[in-house]
């Protein structure tokens, strides 16, 4: 059973330029969220996706969007890219929670470098 | 806004001995928490849950404790084990919802 699966595993961007992240999540699971963490800070909701719609957004801009396909996998854009845009991003995923308890599954992360 | 904070970036333990994690948080309205440890290059992995009307769980050699009056929880690692060795999370889901809220981390090194 694959878990959470995440591509590319490093990118290399200057500012400006557009990047796209994939994610495909854990078999049976339908919802993915996507969490930025920068260098020595832990990661930090930027969204999450269910039923092909973004259902929830953190503190992030617009230049950041998503998109969930009916297969649930995910895909993460940036556009428009900062220095400050550099950092780990990880996408989670997990089944429709029925229990806050439900725990999310995290990927290995697609480590992101602006120049 | 740092509603969940790990004050200690680094901890260093021996192998057999104790290790102790700490976690406090500012909003009272958390009703669950969770600790993630993450290993270089990979993800964050789910460790241990403590729901709010609780204050000890326990699994294994992880212990969580929680302190409500002082909105403070630890992850008591014991014995200590070179493979406990890893960033771990304190994280709290926004009230009402699935996002979760995670602290800055500790780092944690476990020495023979």
């Keep these: ?115 | 806004d740092q509603q969940v904070k790990q004050n200690s970036p680094s901890l260093s333990v021996q192998e057999g001995r104790i290790s102790i994690l700490n976690c406090d948080y500012t909003n009272s309205m958390f009703d669950y928490f969770l600790w993630y440890k993450k290993y270089p290059a990979e993800g964050p992995t789910f460790l241990i849950s403590i729901s709010s009307i609780k204050d000890k769980n326990e699994d294994g050699r992880f212990t969580v404790f929680l302190n409500k009056s002082a909105k403070h929880l630890s992850l008591h690692i014991v014995p200590s084990q070179p493979g406990d060795s890893a960033v771990y999370f304190c994280a709290a889901p926004r009230v009402g919802t699935d996002k979760l809220i995670f602290g800055t981390g500790t780092r944690l090194q476990v020495f023979p």
Excluded: M
């Excluded at chain 1, 999450?48 to 649930?72: A, L």
């Excluded at chain 1, 845009?85 to 429709?96: E, G, H, I, V």
């Design chain 1, 1 to 115: 059973d694959a878990g959470v699966t995440q591509s590319p595993t490093h990118l290399i961007k200057t500012r400006g330029q557009q990047v796209t992240l994939r994610c495909s999540p854990k078999s049976g699971h339908d919802t993915v969220s996507w969490y930025q963490q920068a260098l020595g800070q832990g990661p930090q909701f930027i969204f999450q996706y269910y039923e092909e719609e973004e259902r929830q957004r953190g503190n992030f801009p617009d230049r950041f969007s998503g998109h969930q396909f009916p297969n649930y996998s995910s895909e993460l854009n940036v556009n428009a890219l900062l220095l400050g845009d550099s950092a780990l991003y990880l996408c989670a995923s997990s089944a429709q929670l029925v229990e806050l308890t439900d725990t999310q599954y995290f990927g290995p992360g697609t480590r992101l470098t602006v120049l």
